[in-house]
């Protein structure tokens, strides 16, 4: 019995001190880490510093980081449309990155930003990125509809 207790108290004091943050469906996150990737999703300024960002704090995709990764990535459809290409590569080398980025198309954003998005994606999108822009096209619209 006395084990048991010694056994249990020991799990509990390792839960509460832990320094990580779990959230579901992801790996853990330090609050160092947590903090650094905060930063990381605002600073990034591009497709390949975004992918960076994403590969190495998708664990922490949660609160002030997940923010930061959706307005990076509202930012980028939005206004820097002339880079989708180097979205569509990526996008091909790692189908998480676009499921990620679908992800970050949410209604968080200004309703205008949405709708800049899906005229991106429905009239200047290029032939060799045609099925992600359909993709974007219907996540926005998926947006859209469930905004107030």
């Known amino acids: 019995m006395m084990v048991k207790y010694i056994v249990y108290l020991t799990l509990v004091l390792i839960l509460v001190n832990a320094p990580t943050c779990v959230y579901a469906g992801h790996l853990n996150c330090t609050t160092e880490e947590q903090l650094v990737a905060e930063k990381a999703s605002e600073t990034a300024h591009d497709w390949d510093s975004l992918y960076h960002a994403y590969r190495q704090f998708e664990n922490c995709d949660d609160g002030g980081t997940s923010e930061g990764f959706s307005d990076t990535v509202m930012k980028l459809l939005a ?14 080398r790692d189908d998480g990155f676009e499921t990620f980025i679908l992800n970050h198309i949410n209604a968080t954003a200004d309703i ?14 290029s032939a060799k990125a045609e099925k992600m822009c359909k993709s ?11 905004k107030p």
Do not use: F, G, M, P
């Not at 206004?79 to 091909?92: A, D, E, F, T």
């Not at 974007?136 to 469930?146: A, E, H, K, L």
């Open 136 to 146: 974007i096209i219907s996540r926005t619209r998926d947006v859209i509809n469930t």
């Open 112 to 125: 205008s930003d949405i709708k800049e998005i899906q005229e991106n994606a429905q009239y200047h999108c």
């Open 79 to 92: 206004k820097n449309w002339q880079s989708s290409l180097r979205l569509q590569i990526l996008v091909l």
